[in-house]
């Protein structure tokens, strides 16, 4: 559990940024990752969400081109694209790998500002990979901020957001809800995002870092099936809306329901959009429940609701696996963890615990010896902290 250096990173940003790209120096900008506290699945089901911004990210070197070509290499992908901006269209290609995330970025604020100037990249972060806490929206964020800031267009945080996200969904093609943008793009330090993505509306919610922790627990199983299960769950949770819009009554969104609403349209569903149903509504919830245990600072009641927010995900909507299941157990078996569920769209990747300060070390080791013995392999420990928004570094 040892925090990566800043300024260690920044160096090799820079450093490999003359290597690949020569004179004069880049600007450097960093875009947050997130974890969300409650509200699985509920961002693109008009619901309610709950994240926070962290510590780690995604940083970008950045330098405009006179001409319209862009170029992008990473400190940690070995791919390296180079593309004329004039070739880049309305999706990404199987060829352009993680660069299709830039790349939309680039393609949505030139539609968006007509700036189509060409830019070259290199990008670098402290946050896994693809393990569920958004370096794809950081990546997306970090992009966004940079272009703005070399072209002078003053865009605002929401702004930024609404770019990142409209280049996920149609560029990249992943039918995401609005938390991960919205949550690097608004993030500020001590405070949780507390997200109505119907509005959008927000508003910012302190967490005491000094009575909470929250230990991020990376089962390193890769989310081979994230982006078509994810993109099915999308699909059910609209055609359980339309059966309860044609059933029942006619709401905006999934997650305006009650559960009696639910359950009179029973018959009319089977039963896997039953479940998943029960728990978008379900969730929405607890969610509340959780934003009353912020707000008063009883983290055992905001550790219950995420216990009981695993479990649905887990039984009702069918994306946690047994690495999640046994790595969210071991937490809660140890002595100061408030509760445990996993994070981002699940199917493999990180869960949190929620852990009374001090206790993160034990909890670490003790949960880390369970997960060996099941499944002989490594999961990985960090304690992460609440960070700062996007912005330019260094
Ligand atoms: C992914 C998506 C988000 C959200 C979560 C699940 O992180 O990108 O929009 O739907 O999964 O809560």
Not at 17 to 33: I, N
Not at 147 to 164: E, I, M, S, V
Not at 318 to 342: H, K, M, N, P, Q
Request: hydrophobic content about 40%.
């Amino acid at each position: 559990m040892h925090a990566p250096d800043r300024q260690k990173l920044l160096s090799a940003l820079r450093t490999r940024f003359r290597e690949a790209w020569g004179d004069p120096a880049p600007r450097c900008f960093f875009a947050p990752g997130r974890v969300n506290l409650v509200g699985a699945h509920l961002d693109y089901n008009g619901g309610d969400v709950l994240p926070m911004a962290v510590d780690r990210g995604v940083y970008a070197a950045a330098r405009l081109r006179s001409d319209g070509r862009i170029r992008l290499c990473s400190l940690d992908q070995k791919l390296v694209v180079e593309v004329d901006g004039a070739e880049v269209g309305q999706r990404t290609r199987p060829e352009w790998g993680w660069a299709g995330y830039p790349l939309g970025v680039w393609h949505t604020y030139g539609k968006h500002t007509g700036r189509h100037a060409g830019v070259d990249f290199v990008f670098g972060g402290d946050l896994p990979i693809g393990a569920g806490l958004s370096s794809s929206a950081a990546i997306e964020v970090a992009t966004a901020v940079a272009l703005d800031t070399l072209h002078g267009t003053g865009l605002d945080r929401p702004q930024l957001a609404l770019l990142a996200h409209r280049a996920e969904n149609g560029f990249v093609g992943l039918r995401c809800g609005i938390m991960d943008q919205f949550a690097s793009a608004l993030g500020r330090p001590g405070q949780v995002l507390w997200l109505h993505c119907s509005g959008p509306r927000w508003e910012h919610v302190p967490f005491d870092g000094k009575a909470c922790e929250v230990l991020v627990m990376d089962t390193r199983k890769p989310r081979l099936l994230a982006k078509t299960g994810f993109n099915e769950r999308v699909a059910q949770c609209a055609k359980a809306h339309e059966v309860l819009r044609a059933q029942v009554r006619d709401l905006p969104h999934l997650a305006d329901y009650a559960m009696h609403d639910l359950e009179l349209a029973r018959d009319a569903m089977d039963d896997v959009l039953y479940r998943r149903a029960r728990h978008v509504i379900g969730e929405m919830a607890r969610l509340d429940r959780g934003v009353v245990a912020l707000r008063s600072g009883d983290f055992r009641a905001l550790g219950q609701v995420l216990n009981e927010s695993h479990r649905s995900t887990a039984v009702d909507y069918e994306v946690s696996c047994d690495e999640l299941d046994v790595i969210t157990a071991a937490a809660r078996a140890c002595d100061g963890v408030f509760g445990a569920r996993l994070t981002g769209a699940g199917f493999g990747g990180c869960a949190i615990a929620l852990v009374a300060p001090g206790r993160a070390t034990e909890v670490a080791q003790q949960v880390g010896i369970a997960y060996r013995a099941r499944f002989g392999t490594e999961a990985n420990f960090d304690l992460l902290r609440i960070g700062n928004g996007p912005g330019e570094v260094g």
